[in-house]
């Protein structure tokens, strides 16, 4: 492990999903530029896989400079063992500062057998990461440039940071969609480490017998506009109301918890904490309170109108654009509204 003294890069798990390099790795990689600009390191990356070479470029164009590549036939597709085995030598021997992986259901599977394998802390779910100092009091010291790994606790009642002062590297996992995606670099100088991949027997003990993939209904991450329905527009049937104003404005259907709990539309369109993490040009919140968890998802949307009944509830306080009156009323007007003007 890093002497706590001497800092180690900042490194990124890549995951292919899919043949594709997902989302959250380059985002990812992004957030590791700025980590690693203000703790003077280097950005590494570490990818796992059969056949990536052809990912290799668009990876170094989100800007990291060394990339170790593992490539075997027997690592096509996502195992525990093998890849914990394969992440937690490439740490040991490369002695990074941070690592960070993707709160992806692989990502939430890897990140803490890697943790506890070498015995480091790991905190899942972080929306934000920051580096600063701490200073504790009861010891008199302070650890300087340590990872603060910030995240909603209790409920999202509190926002916690948190950090691993004495072990290194300090790991966290971070949901797609809430780090911001830089443009890529056009001509990137990243250098690429293939990592003679060293497996044996036990490490694949278990035998996929069969792999199935279930398509995504909805990629709201994609999405431009996003129209959102929350307990407020009352029923399944009423919920219509919002596919028919989505349509309209060219963008797909998003909902609140409460709006899935209630049946009105399947989990895979909620936005927030437990949901999707969004960033679309307009969101349009109908019927929806603004609760913390759910604010969290859509805070960085670039434009917010909130239709809300209530004067006071939370959400105004976050809308561009506030529309106090009854979904029932005022979505049916902005349809026609909006159909009579294109
Ligand atoms: C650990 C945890 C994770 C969570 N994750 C998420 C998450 O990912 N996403 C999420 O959304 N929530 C999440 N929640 C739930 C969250 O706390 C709220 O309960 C939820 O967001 C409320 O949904 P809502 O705004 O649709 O419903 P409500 O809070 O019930 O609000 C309904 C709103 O509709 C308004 N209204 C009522 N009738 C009308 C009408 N006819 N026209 C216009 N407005 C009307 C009301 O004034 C009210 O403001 C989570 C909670 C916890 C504890």
Redesign the pocket.
Known sequence: MADKTNKGDVLVFIEIEHGEISDVSLELICKARELAQTLDVKVTALMVGNDISQFTLNILSYGCNKLYTAEDKRLKFYETLPYTNIVSSVIEKTAPEIVLFGATPLGRDLAPRVASKIKTGLTADCTDLKIGNHEDKKLNRTYKDILYQIRPAF??NIIATIIAPEHRPQMATVREGVMKLDKPIKNPSGEVIPIDVKLDEDDFVNSVIERTVSEKKVNLKAADIIVSG???V?SKDNFQLIHELAETLGGVVGA????VDSGFISHDH??????TTVRPKLYIAC?????I??RE?MIESGKIIA????PD?PIFKIAHYGIVG???DVIPMMIKTYKTKN
């Open positions: 409920g999202g929350g307990a407020g009352g609140s918890r409460a709006a909620q936005v927030g904490q437990t949901g019927g929806i309170s603004g609760a968890q759910h998802g239709i809300n009944t209530d509830a009854d979904v029932n």
